[in-house]
Every structure is written in C-alpha cells, then in structure tokens.
C-alpha cells in the first residue's frame, strides 16, 4: 500500500511532536539553552566592559546556530545518545570562543571557523555506518595514514606563528595539526588491536617474578606501532602528546589485560623516559627544573608559570570578570594557559565548572565503555575518554604546578583549530557508541 | 574488564578532585602571598591605572593633574613645568617629591572610604585622588623663572603672617613631564643636581647673609632698644672697610660701598663684615650667638608643613673653648653652619612680623575625589617668636635704610612697594663659586595687622649680589597683591 503525500507529512510532524517531547531530547535542548545564555552573557559583558562593538557578537551567533543545527541532526540520527555529552561539549567550546575572543579577538573568526568544521566532522560521524566497522576493519591503513601524515609534517610541517616547533600543516588561513588526528587513530588502532586479542591476552600471560604480562606475541605488533608514533612526536619535540600517548596506551594495555602490575611498570618506564628526556632535551630538563622551584626565575625561565599562579590567586572565588582581569600578562595564555585566564576572570567557581564539566564528560564516557556489550567499543569509548581526560589533567595540573608543564591543549577551549577538531569527532565516536548501546538496549 | 574500566574511572575521577583541591591551595592558602609579590604585574597595573587627584594654584590654575590614555593607564601632566619647584614629580618608576610627595596619600586616594574603594575595586574603577589646592602664585612663579634667567639658585616668596608660599623656584629644575625619558641625564650630573630641591634641601653657606643674625644678636644685646639703638646703629665705626681674612678667603665690603667713617647700619647695608666679626666676643659671645642660632632654628630643618625638608650637618657649639679663625668663620658666616633658603625665609618673615615665626606651608586646602567643597589643612594660626619685638623693628627699619642706601638692595625695588632688603655674598671656600643672597620683604601692613611679602633669593656662582635682589624684586612685585 502506497502512501500518500498528506499521511506522510503527517508522519513527519509525528515524529517531530515525539522528538519534542522526549524527556532527553528535552534535557539536552534545556542545557543547549543555559549555556547559551551563559555564552552570550558572557560576550555582552565583554562588549560592554572593553567597549568593543556589537558586531563582535557574531561567534556566539553562529555558536547558537551549530547548537540548533547540531541538536537537530543528533535527534534524527542518534535518537538514544548520552544527552549530555553534546550539550557539554558545545558549552566548553562556546566558553572557549568568549576567552578566545577576550584574549585574542583577532583569532575569533578563525576559532568559530573552526567550530563550524568540527560540528561538521561531528555530525559526519554519525552519517557513517553505526558499527564504526569502517574504523575497526581499516586499523593498519588508518595508524599508517596518520604516520605518514605526521612524517609529511616532518618534511613540509609549520608553525603559524613563524617560531617553534613545525607541528602543523598550512591550508591556506587554516592550519592543522596530524598528531591531533593521530590521538584518535592510535586509540581505535589500540582499540581494534586489543578487541581482537583481548581473550588471549588474559589466558596467555607470561610470569614475571609476581606479576603475569601478556605473550610477547600479542604485545609485539602493538608495541611496533606505538614506538613508532612516540618516535615520530619526539623527533617532532611534541613532548607533551608523547607523554599523552605513552599514559593512553597504559591504560588501555591495563583494561585490556587486566594486569595492573603493566600499569605499575608503564608508570615506571614514563618516569625513566622522562629522567632520559632531561639529558636529551634542554626543554624538559627547564621545564622540570622550573616546575620544582620557579620562584628564583620568576622573572625569567619560569615566568609563564609564576605569572599563571598569580592569575589563579587574583580570580579568588568568584573571578574579577570578563574582560577585567589581567591574564594577557601570561605569554600565549589563549593555547596553554586557558584555563589560568578562566580562574583570573571566572575565579575558582569557573575553574571548577570548566573542570567539572570535564570530568562529567569522562564519566559519561567510561559509563559508555561499562555498558558497552563489543570489546571494541568497550575500549574505544575508554581510551577516548581517558584520552580526553589524561589530556585535560596534564594540562590542568601542568597550570597548577602540580607536574611540570607539557604544552597540550585545554580541551574545546584553548585556541586552537586541530585541537578542538579533534575534540568533536572525540564527542561524535562517543555520541555514536553511547546511541548504538541504547539501540541495542 | 568492567571492573578495570571502573577502577580507571575511580583514578580519573580522584585526579580531578586533586586538581580541585589544587585550586583552592592557590587561591585561598597561597593567595595573599601570590598576590603581595612585587613582581605581580597586577599590582602595577593597579597602580598605574590609578587618577591622581589635580593639584592647583591659588587661584584654581591646574599645575599638575592625570588623565587616562588609549591603554587605560593614568598619565600624569604639567601644563606648568616651571611649577615643579612646587610641585615636584610623579613617577611610576622613580617615585614623588615635592607636593606630589608630601600630599601623595591625598593625590592617590588613599584614603578612599573602605565601601567605595570596595565598589570601585568590585566595578574595576580605578583609584581616583583628591585634589590639592596649593598656595602657589602660578604669576609668581613665572615671575621668578624668567627673572633667574637660567641662573642655578633658589628662589622663595611667602606672605607673612599667614605663611603661605606663594612662589619656590630651585633651578636648574627638570620638566616632570618628561622625567622617566631624562632621568638618565638628570642624575648623571652631580654638579648641578637639577632633581635637588635647593629651597627646601639646598644647603648653602650663609656669609653674608648671616650679617641680618648678627645684627639681631647685637641688637638683642642690648636690653632697652628703644633708648640704645640709634646709638647702635649710627655710632661711627673705625675700621668697618677693613676685611676680615677667613679661612683662606678675603671678605670685605660689597661693591659701591662709600669711603669712611661707616655706622653700623651702613655696613650691614653694604655687607661689611668687619663690625659683626668684631661684635662676637666684645658683645656678642660664642655661647650666645649659638643660642641665637638654635632659637631662629637655623641647627635643625626647617618647617614647611607636609615637606621632606633637610636639617643642616651637626656642627660642635660655639662656645668660647673656640679657636678665634673659627670663631672669626662663624661670625662671617663661613664656618660650620650651613642653611636653607628656608631657614632664612623664617628669619626675614619674623622681622616682617613683629619677631613672630610664620607657618611656612604649601598646600591650604584639599578636595577628596567627587566632592564639591574643599577642605581647609588645618594650619598653627600662631608660631612662637623667634626674635625679641624691639629687636625685629630695629633690624626691619635697618632694612629699610638698607633699602635707601645701598645700589645692591635697591635693584629690588619696583614702583611704590615700600622695600626692606639685605644682600650678601658666601663662599663655599677658597676658589670655590660665590653665592649671591637677597632677604627682604615689602611691607604690606594695613591697620594694626603686620602684612609682608618675604623672599628670599640665593644665586649660584653669582659675585654680583643686585642680581639675586634683581629677580627678589621681580618676584615681589609679582606676588605684591594681598593673598586672597
């Protein structure tokens, strides 16, 4: 029986009314709205406090409309996803563009932009085959892609601002950064990898003194690869995304086995890479010098540091306000010290709120992970969570003095393009597995 | 692997309540700390950002005041940099003088209601001052610039009795308003010493202008004036021309002196330092003349109400234990003791005031930050006598025949301006530059209320003494309308 043009309209406003109506949808509609209101508040408040011109409004505007949009398409094509993973995500970035724009308002535009690719990237994701078969099937051509991606960037790579190390490529105004992108491959490579070889690992183990580890031939190709890519950041002197990839994979070796005594080990082999780094590189051996006593070179070597603790101290509890603090006295405070600004300007409350926010999404996506019924996606959810998370705390505590600084990210808030690109598909792999446990359910 | 996932979300969860804790650490624990460094780039900005309340002439006349650039820090500026001699400086680097150092808590706002400094910190107003009426004469000011004509000295006019500075010039000065750029130069030049107040700190040999001290003390010898002092001044004077050697130096009688015989009121016309060396010891002793020394406050700094000023070097007591060349030195004014041109404006002030002291001050009033009214310094309405009453008429009306008499006093005169004046010269020592002083005033009594214009003028490496009584009176007949 064919249907008609009106019975199908019809059918359509039905399942609006129902997306309308569902308690989820509604829940991320309502967080979607106190963010924005929160965003543009913020923007006004800066407008009016540093008499910039309305017209400056224009990012929370397109802000608003990737939420709409966004939301939209996630009703249709994930109508069981986690509700607050998205709304999060947009409320971090949307925080991140008033920063951006306080800080560095001549980079505003190109940070909206770059929100506008990743909601893109985000909602392409879920165009894609839920199964995320294309992700698993393909783990050898994607790793090598992002290699030879990272080799390019050896050869060809950039820096925008025309000193420092040469991470990125040049697309015209746009720069990316592959080691970004090599984040999220590594973690479904290691993914795919352990899924496979999960059950072996845990019956074929190997004794070591006390402790068991997995055969050396289950470890063995995975071992290659990761070499392979902390070779190639520390050759590139991204320190700070080795550290990161050298914590994710020890962890996801950890889930995968289950053998804590690998974590013990892995922890004891970063504290080993990290003693070697101080001979090897300047760079480490200032920043871990710096990092135990910064106060005699508080003018000098350790002044970002010194310079972020004072931000911190003079936000207090409640912050001095958009646009009245001083936080711009911290060199490159938009990328590595981000959350330094948000502590002067939204004090404590908002340091703990963008932490708090953080640490919600890392929650949800570790719940993922635990109610996930594949192995794969068990320990894809995992490992992008802890990736999200290992990435927010070594910078966090980076900040706070509480290890020495490694140059990462604030993820979805710190300036930067690659970054915040790769913090969406990262929200749109867990957006895709959390809505295919529910489908399941 | 639930378990393991939950044990990793365990740890995460930890770490992020560790960076939590960390937080508070550095806002609540360590946070004054932080916050007091000196190297905190807040504080500076904080304190850049502050408006300095405007200081004033007399009459309402902007000399220094703040306004806000195009970054949201304060600059300050000096429509008058002749002023500076008043006003001093500000600067973010290098500090205060002057009334911007004396007034300093006033002009930042220091003393801004606890609630308002609240709202203004929680609104991040910055700090406003009040503001500063000095009792400046921006015309008498002017006056003495252009009369010193670039000469190194100091010049300072007060109105008597109520003490209020009217005019203070210390040259060479600097323009305020391009301190931070010239400071370099500024300093480098010891010999010139331009960022040295010389009216309040300038410490100068007395010489000749010591003769006015003498001649009260002579005068204060004796105990009823009003039948002795036409004998003291105008008995004749054997040997008055004859210099008096000192020290290596050679002192005589000022330029245009006439011939013998010379009364004691001619030498103190033309300088002649002859009687008064002879007068310490014969009728003047050593321990008195100290005492005199001590009670015209000439052995400690000298008062100007709010102002750094400086107390001349501790020297050892007159006393008649004294070698005689020191004692010679001491009465010709080329000892130990060296003054202020303040010290001397209070001895002249007190001669134009029936032997009372005046309240030397600067600033009269002052106006917190956003109030109409301004607010009267609380000011001593009497200051002790320093000189007997008998004994500050007679050396007045000396003055005044100093006035008549000498070509060196006269150069001061202007129109009808009834004037009393001395000049000298002092040596720093053998070979070294001379300093030309005037003292005098003119007097502006009205009915039984003594009124006077003083001044007091000390030129550097000048040996002609109707130069300093040149710009004396260029500067009196600037100030010569009665204060308001």
Known sequence: ?441 | MTAELNRVTRVLLLAFGIIALAIGYWVVVEGGRLLAREDNARNVIAEQRILRGTIYDRDGEPLAYSRTTALGLAERVYPYPEAAGATGYYSFKYGTSGIEEAFNSVLRGDGTPAWDAFVNRTLHRPQEGGDVRSTIDLDVQQAIVTAMGGRAGAAVVAHVPSGQVLGMVSLPGYDPNTLDADWERLTVDATTSPLLNRVTTGLYQPGGALQTVMLAAILGSYSNLSEEAGFVLNTELPQAHVPVRVNGLELGCLPGTPGDPLTLAEAYAYGCPGPFAAALGERVSPERLWERFDVLGLLRAPELAGFRTLAPPAIEPLGTGMSAEDLLAAATGQGALTVTPLHMLQIVAAIANQGNGIPLHVVDALRPPGADDWEPVEIPMHYPAILRMDVAEVVRLTMLQAAAQSPNVRAAQRGELVLYGHTGISYAGPGARPYSWFLGFVDQTLGDTPAAIAVVVVLEGETDPAVAAHVAGDALAAAAGPPS
């Open chain 1, 1 to 441: 029986m064919s249907t008609t043009t009106a019975e199908m309209a019809a059918l359509g406003l039905d399942e609006m009314d129902e997306e309308w109506s569902r308690p989820q949808a509604r829940r991320e509609r309502l967080l979607l709205a106190l963010g924005g209101l929160f965003i543009l508040l913020n923007q006004v408040t800066l407008i009016v406090a540093r008499d910039r011109g309305w017209e400056t409004l224009w990012p929370v505007g397109v802000w608003a409309l990737c939420a709409a949009i966004g939301h939209s398409v996630l009703e249709r094509r994930l109508p069981h996803r986690d509700p607050l993973f998205f709304p999060l995500a947009m409320f971090l970035t949307g925080w991140g563009l008033n920063l951006i724009s306080r800080l560095v308002p001549g980079f505003a535009d190109r940070q909206t932009l770059w929100l506008v690719i990743g909601l893109a990237a985000l909602l392409a994701l879920t165009i894609l085959p839920g199964d995320l078969r294309w992700l698993r099937r393909y783990r050898y051509t994607w790793l090598i892609g992002g290699l030879a991606l990272l080799g390019v960037t050896i050869v060809l790579g950039t820096n925008p601002s025309g000193v420092g190390p040469r991470l990125w490529l040049g697309f015209g105004r746009l720069y990316y950064q592959p080691s970004e992108l090599l984040k999220i491959l590594l973690v479904a490579f290691l993914a795919s990898y352990f899924a496979d070889h999960e059950p072996y690992m845990r019956l074929d183990s190997r004794r070591l003194g006390r402790w068991s580890v997995p055969a050396p031939a289950f470890l063995g190709p995975v071992l290659l690869m990761w070499g392979v890519s902390i070779v190639v950041l520390v050759w590139q002197r991204d320190l700070g995304t080795a550290t990161l990839f050298f914590v994710v994979f020890m962890i996801m070796l950890y889930l995968a086995s289950g053998q804590a005594a690998l974590l013990l080990g892995g922890l004891g082999l970063l504290v080993l890479a990290g003693l070697a780094a101080m001979q090897l590189f300047d760079v480490v051996m200032l920043r871990v010098r710096v990092w135990l006593d910064p106060w005699p070179t508080a003018d000098s070597d350790a002044y970002q540091i010194v310079q972020s603790l004072m931000a911190v101290a003079a936000g207090g509890l409640f912050g001095q306000g958009i646009g009245q603090g001083q936080p711009t006295i911290i060199p490159v405070v938009h990328s590595d010290f981000a959350f330094a600004a948000i502590a002067e300007e939204w004090g404590m409350l908002g340091a703990l709120a963008v932490m708090a926010a953080l640490a919600v999404i890392v929650v949800r996506g570790m719940r993922v992970a635990v109610e996930a019924r594949q192995a794969f996606d068990r320990l894809l959810a995992a490992g992008l969570s802890v990736t999200l998370a290992v990435q927010s705390l070594l910078i966090l505590a980076g900040v706070l003095k509480l290890v020495p600084l490694t140059g990462v990210t604030l993820p979805f808030v710190s300036y930067g393009g690659s970054s915040l690109l790769t913090m969406f598909v990262v929200t749109g792999l867990l957006l895709v597995l959390s809505n295919r446990e529910k489908d399941a359910a």
